[in-house]
T-cell receptor
């Protein structure tokens, strides 16, 4: 069965520092991978997604993620964090049903705090 | 270009009452997904619907929960005889054709509190 693991529940970084959020997945075929961000009391906004092709994916707000099949990972990175990046980040994998991928399986999330 | 709309944003119910959560997908989207987020947890898939059809309800509790997406109007997630364990945030997402390559766009959620 498909699953997603986000090992870090909370991370605190200083503003301007680099960031890496970890995501590992379990999936039998080439996965469809997503990173979403959720601000307090809000819905989810897509940061980036990977389906195929270049394993380094660029997203919005200066985020990028790298798909590593050998490690079953899809870690999210940002070279310099801004205070407005404080939020909860969810990694997700697209799961198949009847031959069509149409539901997302989410990790438990990583809560990011940014220190001034 | 309005995004996915959900209402109400907050809903308070007493145990045993019914809760009705509404979701209007983005314009042009005919595929709707419902997810539930329990406190301190990630989102869990509940049900996937197209217009007038339930495609995948593998994440729905067997009792008290139902969903529909009629030909006209919003998708409805209905919870009968609510219990305290139903307290959660319920998110709706939509996509144009339900394809793997498509992004699912999420609404702001309905936060249900059962007293």
């Amino acid at each position: 069965a498909q699953s997603v693991t986000q090992p870090d529940i909370h991370i605190t970084v200083s503003e301007g520092a680099s960031l890496e959020l970890r995501c590992n997945y379990s999936y039998g075929a080439t996965p469809y991978l997503f990173w979403y961000v959720q601000s307090p009391g809000q819905g989810l906004q897509l940061l980036l997604k990977y389906f195929s092709g270049d394993t380094l994916v660029q997203g919005i707000k200066g985020f990028e993620a790298e798909f590593k099949r050998s490690q079953s990972s899809f870690n999210l990175r940002k070279p310099s964090v801004h205070w407005s990046d404080a939020a909860e980040y969810f990694c997700a994998v697209g799961a198949e049903y009847g031959g069509a991928t149409n539901k997302l399986i989410f990790g438990t999330g990583t809560l990011l705090a940014v220190q001034p | 270009n309005a995004g996915v709309m959900q209402n109400p944003r907050h809903l308070v119910r007493r145990r045993g009452q019914e809760a009705r959560l509404r979701c209007s997908p983005m314009k042009g989207h005919s595929h709707v997904y419902w997810y539930r987020q329990l406190p301190e947890e990630g989102l869990k898939f509940m049900v996937y619907l197209q217009k007038e059809n339930i495609i995948d309800e593998s994440g729905m509790p067997k009792e008290r929960f139902s969903a529909e997406f009629p030909k006209e109007g919003p998708s409805i997630l209905r919870i009968q005889q609510v219990v305290r364990g139903d307290s959660a945030a319920y998110f709706c997402a939509s996509s144009p054709q339900g394809l793997a390559q498509e992004t699912q766009y999420f609404g702001p959620g309905t936060r249900l509190l059962v007293l």
